[in-house]
């Protein structure tokens, strides 16, 4: 088992509440940061090699480098907890469980970007979560950590949390800007990028949650210490939430570099495929990232075992690789019909797209539509290059990623188990009885 | 200034300039179609993607090309960028996977829709789009609105440019309808049953790219290129009306008013509701001459004489082929010595 850094106290009794936190070796990060130079805070975070854990894995340190500080004009910190996309939900878990720990984050964060208010855009459907953070702050600014002159350094912050309407587009950073101000989610066209213009035309910086989290025992352990655990470029713990058919799903909180078949397999983790049954498929980074076939997701096109960082799963470009996203692991055993998933994570980014760009709006209930057709017995052969060939116009000519999100998978789908839409097309018979599933693609053990 | 190369063309803009405004200053048809950018409204843009192009160099400083494909109308030039537009296969490709995108969900009901004509989408689908289509489900339809004494909404026809709705948030003193929903069940409203009637608000008929609104006091009066376009003015009491319009006649009667548009289609002088629904007399107005419509366009079908073929040519012709000129004249025959048919 490796090391739990974000993790480590999840477990202790009343550890939501502040008391019990600082017990624990809380909001020492913060007492480190404000005895540093904010310059100094950014360049243990870039010494660290965090990269963003909402998905696109951009260096954290990096971005907080970008920001404009023009003078005499506010700058901001925003936190992304808008998590929504299906099969990643440990934003939720660590908000839920640690507030403190986020909070802690935000401070030492707004500190070394120069941040005077803050924000927490939440999942308006987290509630709960957003009673539980509320709950913190109030104590954080009894504590002193929150407020004016925090613990007597002269930095005052102001952290506020704010609930979205529960709209998934309000994860892109532009629309949540756009929603935070009150607005209609539409991402903005860019540039100008938030680090320039975000919120209020001031300059942005928007972090997911655990990447702010993550700011914590790089403080506390200091930035080389924390760029030692993982591989390569990939440094760190990440939490992953591992979901679908195994036997023990839940949130992980590895240290990059485990390989995924001992993930998947080894009792300490996954412990394998549920009801004994085998492995067909996985998406390794939630829903918007392309789906692997057994055999690719466990060795690379080249044989060598496949290892949870991002550099590893996204070995093979798309042809043969993925991306590690935001750590939404679903794993599918032989009972999964891969037509019928890709039809429902379609018909999910028919629904959340915006509707602003024509591409995307047009073209995820395009895709929807045939992919429904496809499932039920209906469909063409013709139609199966037909979801390709409407994928690839959406991918790459929208505002914002939303458009891939929604192109990536279904192209994938296709690209590894054609066979089995093809199954779908010549056995409409079979494929629409309840429970069926072409078994033609299976990679047995 | 930056000097930039498009589609082989160097020409020297203002720093921030777009590149849709650098091409435009080119002209011709190099430019790239624009759905939903109207230079007059801030913010517009960026979200119809018809006029995405490829950028070969970034700037002079860093000659790396972008990524991915551009929106030109609000990408600035930088010195020593270098675009593709009509040079590039992968942005005609693109551009007719656009006009694919707009139209699986547009009625294509042409034949009754008043737009036809002067129809943005209709120009871009003739220039860009194929002729068949491969979209097989049930089209997205709505229910037409009557929003207010002059103006009709037909949202089945509408590409969610936004156009309108700065125009209402820009030009008139209060919005009242907006975009409702999200994704293909976006839709442009005013949730609570409200009329679009403030003083400006007749220049959204103007501005809609498509037959998504149109004038009540126009609608199946004719078909726009049966008009006759002329320019006039009049004196507006209204401080913030140019009172420059373009009056369509048809015979003696004014069918409609509008106000002026460029050659890409913008207006850059707006005119009130009055100047555009009540004045509909010759006498209101102090009549300019005729409008300039571009040859190309299809209002300017009726206003020309047709190709005179040189009777010469026509000796030339075997005897069966001049038979058929003589059935079903595609052109008017005739010559110096009065030749004719």
């Known amino acids: 088992m490796g090391r739990k850094l974000l993790t480590e106290h999840v477990n202790v009794e009343g550890i939501e509440t502040f008391a019990v936190y600082r017990k624990h070796g809380g909001y020492r990060a913060v007492e480190k940061a404000l005895k540093m130079t904010p310059e100094e805070v950014v360049e243990e ?17 990096m971005k907080w480098s970008f920001l404009a500080k023009p003078e005499g004009v506010p700058r901001y910190l925003v936190c992304n907890a808008d998590e929504s996309e299906p099969g990643t939900f440990k934003d939720r878990y660590l908000m839920s469980k640690l507030p403190h720990l986020l909070i802690e984050g935000m401070i030492a964060g707004s500190y070394a970007l120069g941040a005077r208010t803050s924000y927490i855009y939440i999942r308006g459907e987290l509630l709960y979560v957003l009673r539980i953070l509320e709950k913190a702050i109030a104590e954080a600014y009894a504590a002193g950590f929150l407020g004016e002159n925090i613990q007597g350094s002269g930095y005052s912050l102001d952290l506020h949390v704010h609930p979205g309407g529960g709209a998934y587009i309000c994860g892109e950073e532009t629309a949540l800007l756009e929603s935070l101000e009150g607005k209609r989610g539409n991402p903005r066209n860019k540039p100008p990028f938030p680090a320039v213009q975000g919120l209020y035309a001031r300059p942005t910086v928007v972090n997911n949650v655990e990447s702010i989290a993550a700011v914590v025992p790089i403080l506390n352990m200091g930035g080389d210490e924390y760029a030692k655990i993982g591989v390569g470029r990939s440094t760190g713990t990440k939490l992953f939430s591992a979901c679908g058919h195994l036997n023990k799903p839940g949130i992980y909180e590895l240290e990059l570099g485990v390989p995924v078949e001992e993930f998947i397999y080894s009792d300490e983790y996954c ?41 590893s799963l996204s070995d093979g470009g798309f042809v043969t690789g993925t991306m590690l996203g935001s750590g939404g692991f679903i794993a599918m055993d032989e009972t999964t019909c891969i037509v019928k998933n890709t039809w429902n994570f379609s018909r999910f980014y028919h629904h959340e797209s915006c509707g602003q760009c024509s591409p995307c709006r047009e073209g995820t209930g395009w895709l929807e539509k045939v992919l429904h057709r496809l499932e039920h017995g209906h469909g063409s052969m013709h139609d199966i290059d037909l979801i390709v060939s409407v994928a690839k116009q959406i991918e790459g000519n929208t505002i914002c990623p939303l458009g891939e999100a929604a192109a990536w998978p279904v192209a994938a789908a296709v690209r590894h188990f054609r066979d089995e839409f093809e199954w779908h097309v010549t056995h409409p018979k079979e494929a629409t009885q309840p429970g069926a599933v072409y078994r033609g693609n299976l990679v047995m053990a | 200034m930056a000097k930039i190369t498009f589609d082989g063309i160097e020409v020297e803009v203002p720093d921030g300039t777009t590149i849709l ?67 590039s296969q992968q942005v005609l ?16 009901d042409c034949p009754v829709c008043d737009q036809a004509g002067e129809c943005d989408l209709q120009n871009f689908a003739f220039e860009h789009g194929v002729s068949t289509t491969r979209y097989e489900e049930e ?24 156009r309108c709705v700065y125009t209402a948030n820009q030009v008139t003193d209060a919005r009242v309808h907006g975009v409702l929903g999200r994704g293909d069940a976006a839709e442009i409203g005013t949730y609570i049953e409200n009329a679009l009637d403030n003083d400006f608000i007749g220049n959204v008929i103007d501005v809609c790219p498509v037959g998504a609104l149109t004038d009540k006091t126009f609608r199946f009066k004719q078909r726009v290129w049966f008009t006759k376009p002329v320019n006039a003015h009049r004196e507006c009491s209204h401080e913030k009306c140019s009172g420059h319009v373009t009056l369509w006649y048809k015979g003696k009667d004014v069918l409609r008013v509008t106000a002026r548009k460029d050659e890409y289609g913008e207006v850059k002088e707006w005119i009130c509701n009055e100047c555009r629904f009540e004045k509909k007399e010759t006498a209101d107005w102090v009549i300019e001459g005729p409008a300039h419509i571009d040859r190309s366009s299809v209002i300017s079908a009726n ?14 012709l075997p005897e069966s082929t001049v038979r058929e000129l003589e059935q079903n004249p595609p052109l008017k025959l005739g010559g110096p010595s009065g030749t004719s048919f």
């Open chain 1, 271 to 311: 412990g394998g495929i549920w009801k004994g049954r085998e492995l067909k498929a996985v998406v390794a980074g939630g829903s918007s990232v392309p789906i692997l076939p057994k055999e690719l997701i466990l060795k690379t096109a080249a044989g060598e075992p496949r290892l949870m960082t991002y550099e």
């Open chain 1, 45 to 61: 975070v870039k010494k660290s090699g965090l990269r963003g854990r909402g998905g696109a894995g951009f260096p954290t340190g």
């Open chain 2, 303 to 316: 206003h020309y004489e047709l190709p005179v073929i040189n009777p010469q040519v026509i000796a030339d």
């Open chain 2, 21 to 87: 405004n650098a091409a435009r200053k080119i002209g011709g048809s190099v430019v790239p179609p624009a759905m939903c950018y109207y230079t007059p409204l801030k913010g517009s843009g960026g979200k119809c993607r018809a006029c995405l192009v490829r950028v070969a160099a970034g700037s002079a400083k860093d000659p790396r090309p972008m990524p991915k494909l551009v929106a030109s109308c609000i990408t600035p030039v930088q010195d020593g960028m270098v675009v593709e537009n009509t040079t």
């Open chain 2, 139 to 162: 089209r997205r339809t709505f229910e037409k609105i009557d929003i207010g004494p002059y103006i009709q909404l037909h949202m089945t026809r509408c590409i969610l440019c936004y």
């Open chain 2, 93 to 108: 490709d693109v551009r007719k996977g656009i006009v694919e995108m707009l139209l699986i969900n547009h009625p294509l």
